[in-house]
């Protein structure tokens, strides 16, 4: 606990950086799921009103600590992935959260938990179990930016390392059919919670809103698909009018966002409340 506390006044001691850089992979090599969380994370910090640049790189996920992106870079920190980018906004003064109740904010995490396990691994398991999208679209991100040999064995061990990931979540044996009604159960909740509202809690859009967006918009931008059915992503996503709506709606009001936007110190209680949580 004590070190928690230490770090956030660390972070916390400098405003955020004008020269902020966000480093992603390059979208004509990026996985589904690494094009999901990193337009989640840019929705995030433009709802913020943060300033910040994006970078493209080939090697993103070897420069990350943790050896996933995206990658943000903010005066001397360097923090990976989009939920430790919520808690480093947050340190700095920066929360969308922060005015939901506890009930909605349960609701929240309930429902980002959803969209990891249900469209984050459908996307693994798109463009890793389907050989079709493995050795021709997947591949094609050692083949172009990592010389022969070097590509060949990337790709060789990436494919173990998400093998093992999805055997752990039981999605390695998933047939096609069951992968996409586990996507059309989730959309089903999610167009269920969403209703006629313009945001998943009403007005002002919460950090469920940039995920659900970051996903929704990667599954729309996609060329993977399924290969031993008739089903379609897009077809799929044509039944789900709605969700698509939500999509262009939520790009309006990001693109719209002007001054950064600071939390009060109540708003930023409940991220000490989560980091209390996790440390017990």
């Not at 984050?120 to 679209?137: E, F, H, K, P, V």
């Not at 809103?209 to 060329?223: E, N, S």
Request: glycine share 6%; with cysteine; aromatic share 14%.
């Amino acid at each position: 606990m004590r070190k928690v506390a230490q770090s956030a006044e660390i972070i916390g001691q400098n405003p955020w950086p004008a020269s902020a850089t966000l480093f992603a992979s390059h979208e004509s090599t990026e996985l589904p799921r690494e094009r999901a969380l990193t337009l989640s994370s840019v929705a995030y910090l433009r709802l913020l009103g943060l300033p910040f640049d994006v970078l493209r790189r080939h090697n993103v996920e070897h420069m990350s600590p943790t050896g996933k992106g995206p990658l943000l870079r903010a005066g001397e920190f360097v923090v990976s992935e989009f939920s430790n980018i919520v808690y480093f906004a947050a340190f700095k003064g920066h929360y969308l959260d922060g005015t939901l109740s506890d009930f909605d904010y349960s609701d929240l995490c309930a429902f980002i938990t959803l969209i990891d396990s249900s469209l984050g691994c459908a996307m693994d398991y798109l463009s890793w179990t389907i050989d079709d999208n493995r050795n021709t679209l997947t591949h094609q991100r050692y083949k172009r930016h990592y010389p022969w040999p070097l590509g060949k064995v990337l790709h060789f061990f990436d494919s173990w390392r998400y093998r093992s990931e999805l055997q752990a979540n039981g999605w390695w044996k998933k047939s096609e059919g069951e992968v996409y009604d586990r996507i059309c159960q989730c959309l089903e909740a999610l167009t269920e919670k969403l209703g006629d509202k313009r945001f998943f809690f009403g007005s002002s859009p919460s950090s469920l809103d940039a995920v659900i967006y970051g996903h929704l918009k990667a599954l729309i931008t996609t060329d993977y698909n399924f290969t031993k059915t008739e089903k379609s992503l897009r077809l799929l996503l044509a039944d789900y009018r709605h969700m698509v709506h939500f999509v262009t709606t939520f790009e309006d009001y990001m693109n719209s966002v002007g001054q950064p936007r600071a939390s009060s110190p109540s708003e930023l209680r409940r991220i000490s409340n989560v980091f209390d949580q996790f440390v017990k």
